[in-house]
């Protein structure tokens, strides 16, 4: 449901003495003109209140600037990707009908400033923090345009001079009290105007842009609320709230009308891609509650995450794609031992990798990890130093979190399972596709 299309022209006026509210919009609910009018209507029900938007790349945008940094750093032709995306753009804001000369030329200056980066000698992961993050730098340009030229007063806000990172490209780190330094000073614009800002973004302290890791917009909104602080954040989302599974492979999926931090924090510990891992930890901190919506039906309550007690949760079940299984070998008919293991602990460490479970026997240890092909490729290198090691990729962990009989069962015996472990509460298997 679309809940307007077009907004009064009429100014709004925001109230001082509202409470401070932070939206974030990912990158299916600005990915084409209708959608960005269905937001913007979203928005003007809110905008009596001071609120800050922070926003995802436009659709699949952060995908296809990936691929042309990629070719463009292997000297490959990335033209074909880099004049989608482009087109794909030009042709949003000839429907939405906004922008003046010197707006276009922002426009255009962000495209430049993509294919310089793209093609410039360096560092991988900072080359490709420059490019990516040129997603959101344009999708916030967009909506800030369309929503004052549709009378909501708005400010275009860029987040790399507010979240402030170490140099950890494509998994910055934040400095909080730097962070916080800055982002203190915004209420004073709150009470004006609309900020609109970019998820997913930040920046060091040599003012070179860093990214927070994919999907990293919730914890930008997260940030931003702290720091504020906020009353709420709102996640707004093409889901009706936190499910207890996907609904695309598990059609008796229920939407969660309200969960603990630790819950919600566990489940995306597990995969859960609703929101992002970094979300909760720092609202859970400050009491602010996160609430999860449908853009499609603002009017429903969604799910709310917060300090509270929920008794008797029904299973929950979490699928993680695209995972690899390293089994490391003694080769000298020894057991692992302490040292051993610490040696694959500190290559894990080395390659910045995260184990997602793990396993040991008499003769190896296996655990499992994202499948990143450069990565893998690093960490199996350092591991076979001193062990045997084989990998199998293209796994999908499963999780059931508070499982009962039946999940038990079901997920215990699918088909192809290569590993399988269980706590008092959750189950996960291991399996090939
Ligand atoms: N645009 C970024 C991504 O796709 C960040 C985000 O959407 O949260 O990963």
């Known amino acids: 449901m679309i809940v307007g299309s077009n907004i009064a022209l009429q100014t709004i ?31 003007k029900q809110f905008a009596t209140q ?38 794909s753009h030009q042709e949003i804001i000839r429907q939405l009908e906004i922008g003046d000369q010197s707006f276009l030329e922002k426009i255009e200056a962000c495209f430049k400033e993509i294919e310089k ?14 490019v990516v993050s040129q997603g959101e730098v344009l999708s916030s340009m967009i909506l800030c345009e369309f929503m004052s030229n549709s009378g909501l007063p708005c400010e275009w806000l860029d987040a790399r001079k507010y979240i402030h ?16 330094q800055s982002i203190e000073t915004l209420p004073k614009v709150l009470h004006q105007k609309i900020i609109v ?23 930008s909104a997260a940030i931003f609320a702290t720091c504020l602080p906020a009353k709420s954040v709102t996640i707004w989302k093409d889901v009706p709230g936190v499910m207890s599974a996907d609904p695309k492979r598990i059609s008796n999926a229920i939407v969660f009308e309200e969960l603990p931090y630790q819950e919600a924090s566990e489940m995306t510990y597990y995969g859960a891609s609703v929101i992002h891992p970094k979300t909760i930890k720092p609202l859970a901190n400050a009491n602010i509650p996160l609430f999860v919506k449908n853009f499609d039906d603002p009017s429903s309550p969604g799910t709310i ?19 690899c299984l390293i089994s490391c070998k003694v080769t000298d008919y020894s057991f692992p031992n302490e040292q051993q293991l610490s040696s694959i602990f500190a290559a894990l460490s080395q390659t910045n990798t995260r184990i997602n479970v793990m396993q040991n026997s008499a ?11 450069s990565k893998i490729l690093k960490l199996v290198s350092i591991l076979s130093k001193d062990f ?36 008092r509460s959750t189950l996960q298997v291991l399996v090939k596709n």
């Not at 003769?363 to 092909?373: A, E, G, K, L, Q």
């Not at 069962?409 to 706590?423: A, D, F, G, H």
Request: aromatic letters at 12%; one cysteine or more.
């Open 363 to 373: 003769i190896s240890f296996s655990f499992c990890v994202d499948y990143r092909d």
């Open 50 to 87: 001071p609120l800050l938007i922070v926003v995802s790349a436009m659709g699949k945008t952060t995908n296809a600037l990936e691929q042309i940094v990629d070719k463009a750093q292997k000297n490959l032709d990335y033209r074909f990707s880099f004049d989608e995306v482009k087109s």
């Open 117 to 130: 980066a793209a093609t410039e000698v360096g560092e991988y992961d900072q080359i490709y923090d420059q």
């Open 305 to 323: 995450i917060h300090n509270c007690k929920v008794d008797n949760l029904p299973p929950l079940i979490v699928f993680k794609d695209n995972q």
């Open 197 to 219: 800002t970019q998820g997913f973004i930040g920046s060091t302290i040599k003012q070179t842009t860093t990214t927070l890791g994919r999907e990293g917009s919730d914890y």
């Open 13 to 43: 006026e925001i109230n001082k003495f509202g409470v401070m509210k932070v939206f974030k919009f990912g990158g299916a609910s600005i990915k084409n003109t209708k959608a960005i009018k269905n937001m913007a209507a979203i928005i």
């Open 388 to 423: 045997e090691v084989y990998y199998n990729t293209g796994l999908t962990l499963i999780t059931v979190k508070n499982y009962d009989a039946n999940t038990f069962n079901e997920y215990r015996t699918k088909p192809n399972v290569i590993l399988e472990q269980s706590s």
């Open 165 to 180: 990172t170490q140099e950890t490209y494509r998994e910055g780190k934040v400095d909080w009290v730097k962070t916080k």
